[in-house]
């Protein structure tokens, strides 16, 4: 697979997708069976898969309402807050 087509990857994988592989990027790296160069290239590649994450993240979050239900009863949506 080309650098392009890996940028192009990571502009369409899904949330699950980037967990995934991050979390096989960790195992490589922790088992130590790696040259320095395939560990510097999958650091780099795991730094932008959670800088992805961590954008599919806080778009979900700005999506999230909080519907509340007051003591009469009556139900109101709110967005989010911390």
């Known amino acids: 697979m080309t650098k392009n087509n890996k940028e192009k990857n990571l502009e369409q994988i899904t949330f699950e997708e980037a967990i995934k592989e ?3 990027i960790v195992d490589d790296l922790e088992r130590g069976e790696v040259s320095l160069e395939e560990a510097v290239s ?3 590649r795991g730094s932008k898969l959670k800088n992805i994450c961590q954008e599919r993240l806080n778009d979900a979050r700005m999506k999230v309402e909080k519907i509340k ?3 009469s009863g009556q139900i109101s949506i709110e967005n989010f807050e911390e």
């Open 22 to 24: 991050l979390e096989n």
């Open 42 to 44: 999958a650091y780099e």
């Open 69 to 71: 239900q007051d003591e």
